[in-house]
C-alpha cells in the first residue's frame, strides 16, 4: 500500500518530473531522483535547480538526493513515479534489474508505448508483475509550467485502489493543487494519449490560419472522437466529460505551453515533420501517440477522421492544408 510520508523514486528529469519533485518536497516527502544528464544532475545538486527544465523553479534541495542508478533509487524508495517520455521508456527501464512487484508504481507519463501499442499501465504490469492494485496514474488537467509558478492549478489522481487515491490526495496536495479522484484508469490513460494527438491537430489548424470558430468545432469533434474510442472498450462507462479527459484535452489545445500544439504549430506553418521535431525543446508525445491510435482504432473499427488526419500527415507525407480543408467537410 503507498504511504504518502514513503520515499519516493522519481523517474524522469524533465518539466512534468520536475513539477512533481516541487510537489513532494513541498510536502516534505524524500525523493531519489533518477537524472542521467550530468549538468542536470549537477544544478540540482548544487544550485536546488533543474537547469534545462523549469529553470527558475526553486527545489527543496535537502529531501531531495539525486542518482543516476536506477536500481538505487527504486531500492530506497516504497514508491515509484515514472515521468519520462513515453517513447524512453523501455530505454530508461532497461537497467533496471529490481523487482517492482513491491512497490507502488505511479505513472505520470501521457503516452503509449512504441511499438507494443498499449497504455504505460499496462505495459508495467505486463513486463514487472506490478499488480492493479498497486498501480495508479497521476494526470491533469494542467501544465507543469503553471505548477512550477505555484499557478491555481488540478490533478486527478486516476486507481481502482480506493485507498490508495485517497493517500495520493494527500501526497499531492498543495494550497495551489487540488488533487480529484477518478478509478477510470483506462479512459483516462487513453484520453491522456488521444488529446495530444489532437493538440497537434489544433496546432496545424493555427499555422494554417484557421480561426477560432474552426477550432472550436474541430476540438468539439476531437471530444466526439474520444467518445467514440471509449465506447469501443466496451464494459465499464468512461466520462468524456471529466476534467481529466475533456479538461485536460482543452488546455492541451488552447494553452501556448503545449508543445503538441507548437509541433502542430509549426508544421502549419509549412515545416516539414522532421524539421519541426527537430525545433522542439521537448518531445511531443503526439508523434508517436498517433501511430499507435491509428493501429487501435483500425483494430476496434473507430471512425477517427481527425487522428487519422494527423497520423498521415506526419507518417505519410500528406500535405497538412490539403488534408485539414478535406477534414472541414466531415466535422459535424
Known amino acids: 500500500m503507498i504511504n504518502s510520508h514513503d520515499k519516493c523514486a522519481i523517474?524522469?528529469?524533465?518539466?512534468?518530473?520536475?513539477?512533481?519533485?516541487?510537489?513532494?518536497?513541498?510536502?516534505?516527502?524524500?525523493?531519489?531522483?533518477?537524472?542521467?544528464?550530468?549538468?542536470?544532475?549537477?544544478?540540482?545538486?548544487?544550485?536546488?535547480?533543474?537547469?534545462?527544465?523549469?529553470?527558475?523553479?526553486?527545489?527543496?534541495?535537502?529531501?531531495?538526493?539525486?542518482?543516476?542508478?536506477?536500481?538505487?533509487?527504486?531500492?530506497?524508495?516504497?514508491?515509484?513515479?515514472?515521468?519520462?517520455?513515453?517513447?524512453?521508456?523501455?530505454?530508461?527501464?532497461?537497467?533496471?534489474?529490481?523487482?517492482?512487484?513491491?512497490?507502488?508504481?505511479?505513472?505520470?507519463?501521457?503516452?503509449?508505448?512504441?511499438?507494443?501499442?498499449?497504455?504505460?499501465?499496462?505495459?508495467?504490469?505486463?513486463?514487472?508483475?506490478?499488480?492493479?492494485?498497486?498501480?495508479?496514474?497521476?494526470?491533469?488537467?494542467?501544465?507543469?509550467?503553471?505548477?512550477?509558478?505555484?499557478?491555481?492549478?488540478?490533478?486527478?489522481?486516476?486507481?481502482?485502489?480506493?485507498?490508495?487515491?485517497a493517500e495520493m490526495v494527500e501526497m499531492f496536495s498543495r494550497p495551489y493543487l487540488r488533487v480529484m479522484e477518478s478509478d477510470d484508469v483506462e479512459g483516462v490513460e487513453y484520453a491522456a494519449i488521444m488529446k495530444n494527438i489532437y493538440a497537434i491537430a489544433v496546432g496545424m489548424a493555427n499555422g494554417l490560419g484557421y480561426g477560432d470558430n474552426f477550432v472550436a468545432v474541430l476540438i468539439?469533434?476531437?471530444?466526439?472522437?474520444?467518445?467514440?474510442?471509449?465506447?469501443?472498450?466496451?464494459?465499464?462507462?468512461?466520462?468524456v466529460l471529466a476534467s481529466a479527459c475533456l479538461g485536460d484535452l482543452l488546455v492541451t489545445c488552447y494553452s501556448t505551453y503545449s508543445r503538441n500544439r507548437r509541433f502542430g504549430l509549426l508544421i502549419g506553418r509549412g515545416c516539414t515533420v522532421r524539421s519541426a521535431m527537430n525545433e522542439m525543446t521537448m518531445i511531443a508525445e503526439g508523434y508517436y501517440a498517433a501511430k499507435c491510435i491509428r493501429h487501435t482504432s483500425a483494430q476496434r473499427n473507430v471512425e477517427m477522421p481527425i487522428a487519422d488526419m494527423v497520423y498521415e500527415v506526419l507518417y505519410n507525407g500528406v500535405s497538412a492544408r490539403r488534408r485539414m480543408r478535406d477534414l472541414t467537410t466531415k466535422l459535424k
Open 11 to 165: 523517474i524522469g528529469y524533465g518539466s512534468w518530473a520536475t513539477a512533481i519533485v516541487k510537489i513532494l518536497t513541498e510536502n516534505k516527502i524524500n525523493v531519489y531522483w533518477h537524472i542521467l544528464n550530468p549538468d542536470v544532475k549537477q544544478s540540482v545538486e548544487s544550485e536546488g535547480r533543474n537547469c534545462k527544465y523549469l529553470r527558475d523553479v526553486d527545489l527543496e534541495a535537502s529531501y531531495i538526493e539525486v542518482s543516476e542508478d536506477i536500481n538505487y533509487v527504486v531500492e530506497n524508495a516504497g514508491t515509484v513515479i515514472l515521468a519520462m517520455p513515453s517513447a524512453f521508456i523501455k530505454k530508461v527501464m532497461e537497467p533496471l534489474t529490481l523487482s517492482l512487484e513491491d512497490k507502488f508504481v505511479i505513472s505520470a507519463v501521457k503516452g503509449i508505448v512504441p511499438d507494443d501499442y498499449i497504455p504505460i499501465t499496462d505495459y508495467v504490469m505486463q513486463h514487472y508483475n506490478v499488480p492493479e492494485n498497486q498501480i495508479a496514474i497521476i494526470t491533469g488537467p494542467s501544465h507543469a509550467e503553471e505548477v512550477g509558478l505555484s499557478r491555481w492549478s488540478y490533478l486527478t489522481a486516476v486507481s481502482r485502489n480506493v485507498e490508495a487515491r
Open 220 to 239: 468539439a469533434n476531437c471530444a466526439a472522437e474520444m467518445s467514440r474510442m471509449f465506447e469501443s472498450f466496451g464494459g465499464v462507462s468512461h466520462n
